[in-house]
């Protein structure tokens, strides 16, 4: 099958219809107020229509397309998402999340504050360390722990999982977008993996200075994140300035990590020295005076490491597991990345690998599309999570007999997120194979002059259908290069702000609202924390578009160069 993207003769009536899934999709989420594996399900047999009779695309590739894009997010998203949770119920049913509480309330009985250290700083950690869905499941569920009402914690959890996501899973975005436009560049991938990181790393740092002030204005109102000005501009400013320098200087892999940690550190040094003239808490708490009894203490340090020793587990086990990527040139026997790498699995999709042809101007010239599926079953962040939870589980005293229930109870648990996400891969493979996805892109590139803020929404678009930064730069990466070079716009620009654009995709993906829901036990709600988050995933997008769109033209100087 040879890709057309104009199917129905002009470009804008087939990008209509090539959209028709996606709307479907968001109406029925959004506005029905379905659950998400419905609306997804019925967005599945919208994409199949599509693709079988306006892309004419055969009924074995089209099916072939789904079960790929099915068996991709059981592996590369559920496997993920999935050990996250169980990695947090694990904490829970062992008690030790109730030591975490109680150390956190020795930072502050804040919940501004408590929103910036756990949202914004802890989850940036973890996106840099393991990606997926584990930021959203983890600190949307530590929230809900702690008395936040649970939908407003996956709300928050879900805004804050804006900066860090392209460096998440060790800069694996930018190191994959590097990876396939590096050729298309005329250098070698590493080189143009930096050229984008330090792109991106002059972008979203503009946005890191915001997102804690949008994160405490949404929860408490502009009044009340003013009154904390000094913790929000602590937060906002070192995770900014860590992650400019990282990003141009050291190393993608590193960004989220050292930024995090460095926001961490600022907070805690902060509140050892100021606190807010009044505790704020939410409507019906214990009063402020009450609970403020504990403010500028620090909790005993055995108590602490108690606490906190199942999330340090989970960092120095990731943290192994990529020691390759950290540190290169290691001896054989210490390069743990390579040894975890070794038992992979790669092989192609039956059916499908080279089976669709994609034309310019998607790339350089008629290529095969390939349909390539690896299983990397040791070294995936999912399995370094539950060889986490596994160890942190046996350490705080919980069998084998415990963790396995635990297990099962978790399954039961995620069972409608699982579905959703598997639909959603579906939809999304079977756009990209039939050429759906490619029309869109197309579509959006051809506004001109303004490309730089449209290349912003063709990287949202991305995310919204895959969930992942990194599948974006995968679809799109390579047309944006070759769009913008064609357009005269600077092709480094162009990748990065494919990737910049897409994290704001991430707060209304259906998979990360899933496992949001999931993760506070509110099946169901997808729909709530859609209408509470698309707005902003809108208005953050359209500022991502405006600061590349100011690069191409008046502020070139921002544009590393080779």
Do not use: C
Request: proline fraction near 6%; avoid cysteine; charged fraction near 10%.
């Amino acid at each position: 099958m040879i890709q057309d993207y104009q199917p129905a003769g002009p470009l804008w009536l087939s990008a209509i219809i090539a959209a028709l899934p996606v709307i479907v999709l968001l109406v029925t989420l959004g506005v029905l107020r379905r659950s998400a594996h419905l609306s997804a399900a019925l967005a599945l047999v919208v994409a199949l229509v599509v693709a079988l009779v306006v892309y004419r695309m055969p009924a074995g590739l089209a099916f072939d397309s789904a079960a790929m894009g099915i068996a991709f997010g059981i592996w590369n998203v559920i496997w993920i998402a999935f050990h996250a949770v169980y990695f947090h119920n694990v904490t829970v049913a062992t008690g030790r999340f109730e030591t975490v509480k109680s150390v956190l309330a020795g930072f502050s009985p804040d919940r501004r504050l408590q929103a910036l250290l756990i949202a914004f700083a802890f989850g940036a950690l973890l996106e840099g360390i393991a990606g997926g869905g584990a930021p959203v499941a983890i600190t949307g569920a530590m929230l809900a722990a702690l008395g936040f009402p649970p939908v407003k914690a996956v709300v928050l959890a879900l805004l804050a999982n804006t900066a860090p996501v392209a460096f998440g899973g060790l800069g694996n975005p930018l190191i994959i977008l590097g990876r396939l436009t590096g050729p298309i560049l005329n250098i070698k991938p590493d080189d143009a993996t930096a050229l984008y990181s330090a792109m991106v790393g002059r972008q979203l740092p503009l946005l890191s200075l915001i997102i804690p002030a949008f994160l405490v204005v949404v929860l408490a109102g502009w009044r009340r994140m003013t009154e904390v000005w000094p913790a929000v501009l602590t937060a906002g400013l070192s995770f900014a300035v860590i992650q400019f320098l990282v990003s141009n200087y050291v190393s993608p892999s590193l960004v989220d990590v050292l930024a995090a940690l460095g926001a961490m550190l600022a907070l805690w040094l902060l509140s050892r020295v100021w606190q807010p003239r009044s505790v704020w808490g939410f409507e019906g708490e214990q009063p402020a005076e009450a609970k403020a009894e504990g403010v500028g203490t620090t909790a005993r340090p055995r108590g602490a490491l108690y606490g906190w020793a199942p999330y340090v587990i989970l960092i120095l086990v990731i943290l192994l597991s990529r020691i390759g990527t950290i540190f290169k040139n290691l001896p054989a026997w210490l390069d743990l990345t390579k040894l975890l790498q070794k038992p992979s699995i790669v092989f192609t999709w039956p059916g499908l690998h080279n089976q669709v042809i994609q034309t310019p101007p998607i790339t350089a010239k008629n290529t095969p599309y390939a349909a390539s599926f690896t299983v990397d079953w040791l070294y995936s962040a999912g399995s370094m999570a539950l060889i986490s939870a596994v160890i942190a589980g046996l350490t705080m005293g919980a069998g084998i007999r415990k963790l396995a229930r635990i297990y099962v109870q978790t399954i039961v648990q995620m069972r409608w997120a699982l579905a959703t996400i598997m639909m959603i891969l579906g939809i999304a493979f079977v756009m990209n194979y039939s050429g759906a996805t490619q029309t869109l892109g197309l579509a959006l590139a051809t506004t001109g002059v303004l490309f730089p803020l449209f290349s912003a929404y063709i990287g949202w678009l991305g995310v919204f259908l895959t969930g992942s930064d990194a599948s974006t730069n995968s679809l799109f990466g390579p047309m944006q290069v070759i769009s913008a070079h064609q357009l005269g716009v600077d092709p480094t620009l162009a990748g990065a702000t494919n990737t910049s654009g897409g994290v704001m995709g991430k707060m209304i993906s259906p998979q990360n609202l899933s496992i949001g829901a999931t993760a506070i036990n509110k099946t169901g709600e997808e729909s709530t924390l859609l209408r509470q988050t698309f707005l902003w995933s809108i208005v953050l997008t359209a500022v991502v578009g405006v600061i590349s769109l100011l690069q191409a033209e008046i502020l070139t100087v921002m544009i590393p160069t080779k």
